[in-house]
């Protein structure tokens, strides 16, 4: 810009000083105008490209103003995802203590009102189970119940308390009064029972009876040791005899009044404890192949 400033005043000196012709005066004049035009032109394009600049700063100033809220939006929104998460993870802490509770105790098969919650009792166990152990013994559960009547239901206990599925029959349902003889009402729970058992040759099976406190009194039998091991014995010989259960599969055993699972000052505790137990114990490397297929409901 400068350079033009100076050519200015020394065209002017030179026509002053020295004769020039008028072509050469026109040729002077005619340079002043296109010097004077590059001069607008350069002026323009600086004046262009200042606009622009502050145009730029204002932009830039702009998209960091933005930036900024994002920043802080971004932060607000992962407070509010931490937030939600914490809450979320006590209330699934609340829903499995709360499932927990409700899945405690002993499977009350009365409580197997028709098909449909019988299935969905099963599902329901089956999903909450912890390991692969747990799963399968319930796959077993359901087997060893779903072939039983109401009314066998109700005689009927299964639980299953680790690893080991327990099943427990009531004592009226299975022997005369006072006695180690297995009645005919019995006959057609221990076939089913049985049929189950026989399908699965790899589970060792453990008959348990246990008594009340009630001293008995037979001149055949000498207490409720004696009276606790004959019932299960006769269990045992029904299974393999009637039923045609591998004896070396079974086991018979009595516990007598010790192992109690109620109180005998009431009737309806010295009920609960004449009971016989049919313990499975099953080997879980051969329960793998039932984990992708629960049984069928009849």
């Not at 394009?45 to 145009?55: F, G, I």
């Not at 914490?86 to 098909?115: P, R």
């Not at 009226?172 to 040759?201: H, P, V």
Request: hydrophobic content about 35%; aromatic content about 6%.
């Amino acid at each position: 810009m400068r350079k033009i400033y100076f050519i200015l005043p020394i065209l002017a000196v030179s026509l002053l000083t020295s004769c020039v012709t008028k072509k050469q005066f026109e040729d002077l004049e005619y340079t002043n105008a296109q010097l004077q035009l590059s001069k607008d032109d350069l002026q323009k394009k600086y004046d262009e490209l200042q606009k622009n600049y502050q145009d730029a700063l204002v932009r830039q100033t702009e998209s960091a103003t933005r930036v900024k809220s994002l920043e802080e939006r971004i932060e607000e929104a992962q407070k509010r995802n931490a937030e939600q998460r914490a809450a979320y993870a006590e209330l699934q802490k609340t829903l499995d203590s709360s499932i927990h509770q409700n899945t405690q105790g002993n499977i009350n098969i009365s409580k197997l009102v028709d098909e449909i919650n019988a299935s969905n009792r099963y599902i329901k166990q089956l999903v909450e189970a912890k390991t692969k152990s747990d799963s399968l013994n319930l796959v077993l559960t359901n087997n060893l119940t779903r072939s039983l009547s109401r009314e066998e239901l109700s005689e009927v206990d299964v639980k299953v308390l680790k690893g080991v599925v327990y099943i427990s029959l009531a004592d009226n349902m299975l022997y005369k009064s006072g006695s180690y003889e297995i009645n005919d009402r019995a006959g057609q729970t221990l076939s089913k029972i049985a049929k189950i058992i026989s399908d699965y040759k790899d589970y060792e099976v453990l008959i348990e009876g246990n008594t009340d406190t009630v001293p008995i009194s037979r001149p055949n039998i000498r207490n409720n040791w004696d009276l606790s091991c004959l019932r299960a014995s006769s269990v045992v010989m029904a299974l393999q005899n009637q039923y045609g259960v591998d004896p070396k599969r079974l086991t018979a055993a009595g516990r007598g009044e010790y192992n109690p699972l109620a109180s005998n000052d009431t009737d309806l505790g010295k009920q609960r404890n004449r009971r016989t137990q049919i313990i499975i114990t099953p080997k879980l490397d051969e329960f793998l192949e039932l984990i992708d297929e629960a049984p069928e409901t009849k």
